[in-house]
Nanobody
Framework: VQLVESGGGSVQAGMSPTLSCVASGFADSNYCLGWFRQLPGKEREAVAAMSASNGRTYYGASAKGRFTISRDISNNTLILQMNSLKPEDTGMYYC???????????????WGQGTQVTVS
């Protein structure tokens, strides 16, 4: 399994950038993809996840109402649309995959290298 994130960078507060993660190497559709983030001085937290088998989505408290997770199946890409970013959203954002969304929430699975998002 390989996960490659892109789309991070420096943005102004209020902007709505998109993060992408090209996910490859899965043997079947029984897995879960998701986004996590680690803010400066804080523990890693779950942002959003999506089951590859049924498309069900899950959101962390910080993401509800502002972030949307989706997939471009034809391009094996997981997408995180982030709206109205705030300086407190600054941190490293990671793409991850596990055999189930419960496993992913527990921190198991494979992780990408991460992409930095800086909001000023």
């Amino acid at each position: 399994v390989q996960l490659v994130e892109s789309g991070g960078g420096s943005v102004q507060a209020g902007m709505s950038p998109t993060l992408s993660c090209v996910a490859s190497g899965f043997a079947d559709s029984n897995y879960c993809l998701g986004w996590f983030r680690q803010l400066p001085g804080k523990e890693r937290e779950a942002v959003a996840a999506m089951s590859a088998s049924n498309g069900r989505t899950y959101y962390g408290a910080s993401a509800k109402g502002r972030f949307t997770i989706s997939r471009d199946i034809s391009n094996n890409t997981l997408i995180l649309q982030m709206n109205s970013l705030k300086p407190e959203d600054t941190g490293m954002y990671y793409c991850a995959a596990a055999g189930s969304c419960s496993s992913l929430k527990g921190g198991q699975g494979r992780w990408g290298q991460g992409t930095q998002v800086t909001v000023s």
